[in-house]
């Protein structure tokens, strides 16, 4: 057998983790045709099928799950040699890959980047964006170095989450609502009342849902929006009620424009925390971005508005 090489083997861990040839071709840069062909030579060098082909998915042969954990290792070990190197030059230099939610994004990684440019001032930095489920995707396939996660079931073996805080998620609606008056949300009112919740595909949402599913109510008006910050201007205006965490809307809670209730008797808590693949030491720079971000949110399980009722 001949020795495999680099690009086959990124070819064929994206393939095999995107199982399609148009999004493995996407990710890579690269025609469907050339990760075809790629492909190909690499079965052949390796004497041995990796993939079945049905229709346009393609799964796995035993000897693709043979090769997969290799690949994997070897891919990893390539990425950690060439860290290593970039870490010998200049103090700074180097590339720190993040990715995040567009909820982190605009609440926790601009103090966070802020902080670490001015140990890192020609650090290149790279974000990617996205909700949980895009976010294991792209630490999986080497996209990004460490993500600032939700823990969750998906948070599986292969991959380490580093805790950073605790949240809870609350009712968040506007001081006319009736719940504000009552200072609570009546359990017999909750599945009529229009709620205005994140991304059904979010995985807060999935949480959302199962809460009131083992609470014995029907969501039956959901409003889905893909941003925290139109979910808080629609509850201004009295379009609902959001469901939302108290430290993504602290200034207007702050300001009484909006009134924080919960959602029950149970409490519905997240955990965020920093994940990254198992088995990888992680550089200094982003062991130092890891710091940071506790640094930064040590204090958003604990926020303590004026509309908290």
Same mark, same amino acid.
């Not at 009620?241 to 924080?260: C, H, M, Q, T, Y």
């Given at each position: 057998?001949?020795?495999?090489?680099?690009?086959?083997?990124?070819?064929?861990?994206?393939?095999?983790?995107?199982?399609?040839?148009? #999004?493995?071709?996407?990710?890579?840069?690269?025609?469907?045709?050339? %990760?075809?062909?790629?492909?190909?030579?690499?079965?052949? !060098?390796?004497?041995?099928?990796?993939?079945?082909?049905?229709?346009?998915?393609?799964?796995?042969?035993?000897?693709?799950?043979?090769?997969?954990?290799?690949?994997?290792?070897? /891919?990893?070990?390539?990425?950690?040699?060439?860290?290593?190197?970039?870490?010998?030059?200049?103090?700074?230099?180097?590339?720190?890959?993040?990715?995040?939610?567009?909820?982190?994004?605009?609440?926790?990684?601009?103090?966070?980047?802020?902080?670490?440019?001015?140990?890192?001032?020609?650090?290149?930095?790279?974000?990617?964006?996205?909700?949980?489920?895009?976010?294991?995707?792209?630490?999986?396939?080497?996209?990004?170095?460490?993500?600032?996660?939700?823990?969750?079931?998906?948070?599986?073996?292969?991959?380490?989450?580093?805790?950073?805080?605790?949240?809870?998620?609350?009712?968040?609606?506007?001081?006319?609502?009736?719940?504000?008056?009552?200072?609570?949300?009546?359990?017999?009112?909750?599945?009529?009342?229009?709620?205005? /919740?994140?991304?059904?595909?979010?995985?807060?949402?999935?949480?959302?849902?199962?809460?009131?599913?083992?609470?014995?109510?029907?969501?039956?008006?959901?409003?889905?929006?893909?941003?925290?910050?139109?979910?808080?201007? #629609?509850?201004?205006?009295?379009?609902?009620?959001?469901?939302?965490?108290?430290?993504?809307?602290? !200034?207007?809670?702050?300001?009484?424009?909006?009134?924080?209730?919960?959602?029950?008797?149970?409490?519905?808590?997240?955990?965020?925390?920093?994940?990254?693949?198992?088995?990888?030491?992680?550089?200094?720079?982003?062991?130092?971005?890891?710091?940071?971000?506790?640094?930064?949110?040590?204090?958003?399980?604990? %926020?303590?508005?004026?509309?908290?009722?």
């Amino acid at each position: 057998m001949s020795t495999l090489d680099s690009r086959q083997l990124l070819a064929f861990v994206t393939l095999a983790r995107r199982g399609s040839f148009t #999004l493995a071709a996407k990710d890579l840069f690269l025609t469907q045709s050339a %990760v075809s062909h790629t492909i190909k030579t690499l079965e052949r !060098d390796a004497g041995v099928r990796l993939f079945d082909r049905v229709g346009k998915r393609v799964h796995l042969t035993q000897g693709g799950e043979q090769l997969m954990p290799h690949a994997e290792r070897i /891919l990893r070990e390539m990425q950690d040699a060439r860290t290593a190197l970039e870490e010998l030059q200049n103090w700074g230099q180097g590339r720190l890959r993040v990715g995040a939610s567009t909820t982190a994004c605009h609440h926790i990684l601009p103090t966070v980047l802020r902080e670490f440019k001015q140990s890192f001032p020609s650090c290149l930095i790279k974000i990617e964006s996205g909700d949980h489920p895009r976010q294991m995707e792209l630490l999986r396939s080497n996209q990004v170095d460490i993500a600032l996660t939700l823990e969750s079931e998906a948070n599986a073996a292969d991959l380490v989450f580093r805790p950073l805080f605790e949240d809870e998620l609350k009712f968040l609606v506007s001081p006319m609502h009736p719940w504000a008056a009552k200072r609570r949300a009546p359990a017999e009112a909750i599945g009529a009342e229009s709620l205005i /919740l994140y991304n059904k595909n979010s995985y807060t949402f999935r949480m959302v849902d199962k809460y009131f599913r083992e609470e014995g109510i029907e969501l039956k008006n959901v409003i889905e929006l893909g941003s925290m910050e139109a979910i808080k201007e #629609l509850v201004k205006i009295g379009m609902g009620a959001g469901v939302l965490s108290p430290w993504i809307a602290r !200034d207007e809670l702050a300001k009484g424009v909006l009134v924080s209730l919960p959602l029950g008797k149970r409490k519905l808590k997240r955990r965020w925390g920093v994940s990254f693949l198992k088995g990888r030491k992680l550089p200094l720079a982003e062991e130092t971005f890891a710091g940071l971000c506790e640094a930064v949110t040590q204090d958003f399980g604990r %926020v303590v508005e004026q509309g908290d009722l």
